[in-house]
Structure formats: C-alpha cells, structure tokens
C-alpha cells in the first residue's frame, strides 16, 4: 500500500513541479513520477526529513522543492540556463 502511495504522491509531486519549472509538454506521467520521487529524495538529502517520513505538508512542501530544484538542474545541464 505505501507504493501505491509513494507512486501517487510521488506522480503529484512531479506533476506540480513540472508546471512550476514549465516542462510540462516534455514530461509524461512515468517521469513525473520519477521526478517526484527523486525530488524527495533530495528533499532528505537536503532538509533531513529522510525519505520513510509518514506524509505530510511539510514533506510534501520539501519533496515539491528537491523536485524544483532536480528541474533546475536538468535544465541548467540542458540548455544552459534555469527557465
């Protein structure tokens, strides 16, 4: 059951950040997801909520910011600038 969670969150996540940085167009549902998840792995790298943490707004708020901030830095190595 928390797979299905992680996926769900993890999809809302990505999809949020997505708009938020405008790749939206580029992205489908598998990478969003891919991005949410990563994106709150940063999150506990960074803020050190750790990854298990129950969810919350605050982790959600956290994973929404690793996810922004994983989309800053593929657009950077992309096209060389933050959009």
């Keep these: 059951m928390n797979l299905i969670i992680w996926l769900i969150i993890g999809g809302v996540v990505g999809w ?8 939206d167009g580029q992205q489908g549902i598998f990478l969003n997801i891919v991005v949410g998840i990563v ?7 960074l803020f050190g909520t750790g990854i298990n943490q129950a969810v919350t707004v605050t982790t959600f708020l956290y994973s929404l910011v690793g ?3 994983l989309l800053a830095i593929v657009n950077l190595v992309r096209r060389g600038s933050v959009r």
């Design 16 to 23: 949020l950040a997505s708009i938020i940085m405008r790749t």
């Design 39 to 45: 994106g709150a792995a940063i999150a506990g790298f």
């Design 67 to 69: 996810a922004i901030i």
